[in-house]
């Protein structure tokens, strides 16, 4: 098993504006800086301007109960799955990603990980708050 970190964030809006927002990849820039600076769909594939560079990502497929997995495909490592789901919280939304160190992964690096995803999520909240 990898050691793995969930993460989490409230947000004012319904789940359903969450999840729409979030569903749409076009918005990523928006907010996962960790991930996307830039997004682009070619031949049905999505690529991602990431800060090691462009990346293919699968994201799962639009669903009625917040699931928005995705999987990120480095060119020439293997693919890192992120758990990513958007649940209703009364009138609000909590959104929670699970973060998995990968194998060989320096302590640095999972550090810095984290704290993008804490990163994210807070510029996520801001977005969707204005």
Same mark, same amino acid.
Request: aromatic letters at 10%; hydrophobic letters at 40%.
């Given at each position: 098993?990898?050691?793995?970190?969930? &993460?989490?964030?409230?947000? +004012?809006?319904?789940?359903?504006?969450?999840?729409? &927002?979030?569903?749409?990849?076009? +918005?990523?820039? =928006?907010?996962?800086? %960790?991930?996307?600076? #830039?997004?682009? =769909?070619?031949? #049905?594939?999505?690529? @991602?301007?990431?800060?090691?560079?462009?990346?293919?990502?699968? &994201?799962?497929? $639009?669903?009625?109960? %917040?699931?928005? !997995?995705?999987?990120?495909?480095?060119? #020439?490592?293997?693919?890192?799955? @992120?758990?990513?789901?958007?649940?209703? +919280?009364?009138? #609000?939304?909590?959104?929670?990603?699970?973060? &998995? $160190? =990968?194998? %060989?992964?320096?302590?640095?690096?999972? *550090? $810095? !990980? *984290?704290?993008?995803? $804490?990163?994210?999520?807070? =510029?996520? *909240?801001?977005?969707?708050?204005?």
């Amino acid at each position: 098993m990898l050691p793995a970190l969930t &993460f989490s964030v409230s947000i +004012n809006r319904s789940a359903i504006e969450v999840y729409a &927002f979030l569903a749409d990849p076009d +918005n990523w820039p =928006q907010w996962a800086t %960790g991930l996307a600076s #830039g997004i682009r =769909q070619a031949n #049905g594939v999505w690529y @991602v301007q990431s800060p090691s560079g462009e990346l293919a990502v699968d &994201f799962s497929p $639009r669903n009625d109960y %917040g699931v928005l !997995d995705h999987t990120v495909i480095p060119p #020439g490592q293997s693919p890192v799955h @992120v758990p990513m789901r958007v649940i209703a +919280n009364v009138d #609000g939304a909590e959104v929670l990603i699970t973060l &998995f $160190r =990968q194998p %060989g992964m320096t302590e640095e690096i999972w *550090q $810095r !990980d *984290q704290n993008w995803v $804490r990163k994210d999520l807070t =510029q996520l *909240q801001a977005v969707l708050t204005r």
